[in-house]
């Protein structure tokens, strides 16, 4: 079953792609930090992202759902983010990964647990803030190009969804997923 993940900086309107993508047929794997967030907000830690077991937390999260979507027979499935994000969020964050993180990642490229192509969707030119989304535009900016390296230093090879209304952006990416398999 192709596994695609959509990556990029907060806000920059990957939930949209997929809301659409979804509604089209395909499966589609939530986002697992927005959700940790959400959950330890609502236990009364008003920054979880400054905990230190929160990639942890992230990780676990993302695994279960990874797991969870393998027995979905519908075909190509969309991920909202992966262990990647987990680790260019550390490294936004100045947080110490955790070493499985790493091992999760050679494991995820050594074993394909996704297509090699991701589709990195680009900032839109402004960003809104919500209860788990407080970072400014300009740091999201900063934070998309840690995305972006992060990505391509563990050999992805990124496709960029560019600022656009959301059916040109979804055209996008049905484009790339619908081209012939190619030969290795």
Excluded: N
């Excluded at 509604?23 to 940790?36: K, L, P, Y």
């Excluded at 990505?151 to 790339?176: I, K």
Aim: hydrophobic content about 45%; charged content about 25%; some cysteine.
């Amino acid at each position: 079953m192709p596994a695609y993940i959509l990556t990029g900086a907060p806000g920059s309107g990957k939930t949209a792609i997929l809301r659409q993508l979804e509604i089209d047929g395909h499966s589609v794997v939530e986002e697992a930090a927005t959700d940790v967030i959400a959950l330890q907000q609502a236990l009364g830690q008003p920054e979880p992202w400054r905990d230190a077991g929160f990639a942890d937390r992230v990780l676990d999260l993302q695994r279960k759902r990874q797991l969870a979507s393998e027995a979905d027979p519908r075909g190509v499935v969309f991920f909202d983010r992966s262990p990647v994000c987990t680790l260019a969020l550390c490294r936004y964050l100045d947080l110490t990964a955790p070493s499985h993180l790493f091992e999760t990642i050679e494991r995820m490229v050594a074993e394909r647990w996704y297509e090699r192509t991701a589709f990195f969707v680009r900032h839109q030119g402004f960003i809104q803030a919500t209860a788990a989304r407080r970072i400014t535009f300009e740091d999201s900016l900063a934070f998309e190009k840690v995305h972006e390296l992060t990505y391509r230093e563990v050999g992805f090879d990124l496709f960029e969804v560019p600022a656009a209304p959301l059916p040109v952006r979804v055209a996008a990416v049905q484009q790339v997923v619908d081209r012939p398999a190619r030969l290795p």
